[in-house]
């Protein structure tokens, strides 16, 4: 295995590749962007970022045999990062669809309500209140911004998987983990300082 395989950047599709690429970049860290099942299922870390739906990702993640890929990843504990639409497939279900997803944390995918003044998408910088203590926030303000596009939310099913939480019409789960599994609701990447911290975290994670 190559020294890049250390870290692999999950090409589903869905992805923000590139601006994935550039932050770890910027942080020192070699990746690869790969699809390929094979080079994910080796990966000793793994990020799987995202855009657009829930749905449309899970159907290329079937397609290319990308699912039990990370679900392999998942059983033998090695991090993984899930970033919008890739938190988003690492629960059970989403009302997108609706559509299975990867089941790896117990929870759904809700829809975000519009309502004057509250548009959907919801789009822009919004305070995270950090719920709990996790390694992936160590070092970050509470009440840091991060920047968010999205039209769904995650609800996990058991409150200590909620690290962090954002108010829109409602509160939801911002930032989430559960065992060797991290994943933001917002786009790390596009988040200036706070977000390159958290990537930062991650790479220097271990579960």
């Not at 990746?31 to 793994?46: C, H, M």
């Not at 108010?167 to 200036?192: L, M």
Request: charged share 20%; with cysteine.
């Amino acid at each position: 295995m190559s020294s890049s395989d250390d870290l692999v950047i999950v090409d589903y599709e869905a992805g923000n590749l590139r601006s994935v690429e550039l932050a770890v970049a910027h942080l020192g860290a070699a990746s690869v962007t790969s699809g390929d099942p094979e080079r994910v299922r080796r990966a000793r870390r793994v990020i799987f970022p995202g855009v657009g739906g829930a749905d449309a990702a899970m159907a290329v993640l079937r397609n290319r045999g990308l699912d039990e890929a990370l679900r392999e990843v998942h059983r033998a504990g090695r991090p993984m990062l899930g970033i919008c639409v890739g938190c988003q497939v690492v629960f059970d279900s989403s009302e997108e669809g609706p559509t299975d997803c990867l089941g790896l944390i117990p929870g759904r995918v809700t829809r975000l309500l519009p309502a004057p003044g509250r548009k959907v998408p919801h789009m822009g910088w919004n305070v995270v209140r950090q719920r709990r203590a996790h390694p992936l926030v160590a070092g970050i303000d509470d009440g840091a911004r991060f920047y968010f596009v999205h039209s769904f939310s995650v609800a996990p099913a058991a409150a200590q998987a909620t690290v962090g939480a954002t108010w829109y019409g409602r509160e939801f789960a911002a930032i989430v983990a559960a065992g060797n599994i991290v994943a933001t609701q917002f786009h790390a990447e596009k988040s200036g300082h706070w977000g390159l911290r958290l990537l930062g975290n991650f790479l220097s994670w271990s579960p």
